[in-house]
């Protein structure tokens, strides 16, 4: 996952970029970067933030970085911003993508004797590719559409021109871009929060498709209106987003406090008291503790000072580390308790099945574990959650091959909570985790627990439903 943010403002644009960008933080944890343009002479900064956070590493680059106007990122994938010199002028770009077809328009530019300079991840920057997708049209706006057109995936952005920030959402809505306003400065973000400090109010949520510019003479313009078809990831409400950010107007903790009220609404099982697995999990346990009417309290807590979010590292030997040593279990609240844990998804099993262990260890009588969303079936195809996400490592797929008899069939079947199948499947990922009962919430609790219809939400990682490519 990346996040993006941008400035443009009367006065120096630094402080608020820097802020800005540093709110998206929970969005990735590998490359970070920062573009401004100051009468025409273009500044940028990319650092590694792997084993260090933004702030103190982009901090000693604050007095060089003059200007009005501003993007940064924070991303998982490549470094960005690209700055970019071309007919269309001088651009800096930052995009939150996944490229599916990557090979294919690689291969169509090379053809045309255009030339990658950013090799640094060992293949073609994805972003230098988007810009050279843009830079084939006759205006921004032709140039975008072609990215639209021909990218298969998602590919939201922002470009930064030397007076003004043009922000681009992708052609299904898939990642959001949401607009604040201060008098006559606009900020531009992937996420509400991050300019709520700055003294910034959302004013423009960005829809799907749309292209939009924002200067601080021309205001807030529209380029090319929006799609009628949204597909938001609804992954954002349950984990990815923070907790005070807001989606289509929908704020991420209501989502999931609604979730965890659904399923304690319904749920039947004995227990003393529920907590959340942090901290994607607060917000459901506090819902299920009112759904249910049973206390809320913490048996695990985050170190949060150092310890990241877990799903970031790529090797496997990483995430254990992590996820072990970010929790810290509590044995006088936990010992001899009959406890529900609620948890935001189930991947691979293996995290929560170590933590299980440990709540054992610590004295819990029983443990029983809800799920905010369904069980994931599909890899994601249009964001880039995690680099090592693939089908074949999902708990789901493994289960399903073994209780298919070796192949992978009868999909369908796992998608409804109704099924036979879907109960068989519940019921082995509650054996290899090692929990005394485990329940999922099912898409239709999504869609209630957002307030959204369901052809407006991408669900495509619980049952393969998805407009597009």
Known sequence: MSGFFGVVSERPCISDLFYGTDY??????????????????????????????????????????TGNVGIGIISDTEAQPVMVNSHLGRFAIATVSKINNIDELEQDCLSKHQQFTDLSIGRTNPTELIALQITQGKDFVEGIENVYHRVKGSCSMLILTPNGIIAARDNYGRTPIVIGRRGNDFAVASESHSYVNLGYETCYYVGPGEIVKVSVDG????LRPANEKLQICSFLWIYYGYPCTEYEGI????????????????????????SPIPDSGIGMALGYSNGRQIPYKRGLLKYTPTWSRSFMPVSQSDRFLVARMKLIPSRAV??????????????????LRDNVKMLYDYGA????????CPPLVHGCTFLNFSASKTDRELITRRVIEELEGGTIRNLEAYHDHTTPQYARMVEVIR?????????????????????????????HCFDASSYGD
């Open 24 to 65: 998206h933080s929970h969005l990735g944890t590998k490359r970070a970067g920062m573009a401004t343009f100051d009468n025409g002479q273009a500044h940028q900064n990319i650092h590694n933030i792997e084993n260090s956070h933004f702030r103190p590493k982009f901090s000693k680059d604050l007095a060089e970085m």
């Open 219 to 222: 205001g807030l313009q529209v």
């Open 251 to 274: 704020n991420a903790e209501e989502v999931r406090y609604n979730l965890g009220r659904l399923m304690g609404q319904r749920d039947d099982v004995h227990a003393d008291f529920v």
């Open 334 to 351: 936990m010992e001899g308790k009959d406890i529900v844990f609620c948890d935001d998804s189930i991947v691979r099993g293996t995290q």
């Open 365 to 372: 009588r029983s443990v029983h574990v809800r799920i905010s």
């Open 431 to 459: 054996q290899h985790v090692g929990v005394d009962t485990l329940k999922f919430n099912a898409i239709d609790d999504v869609c209630e627990a957002i307030g959204l219809p369901k052809e407006r939400i991408c669900t």
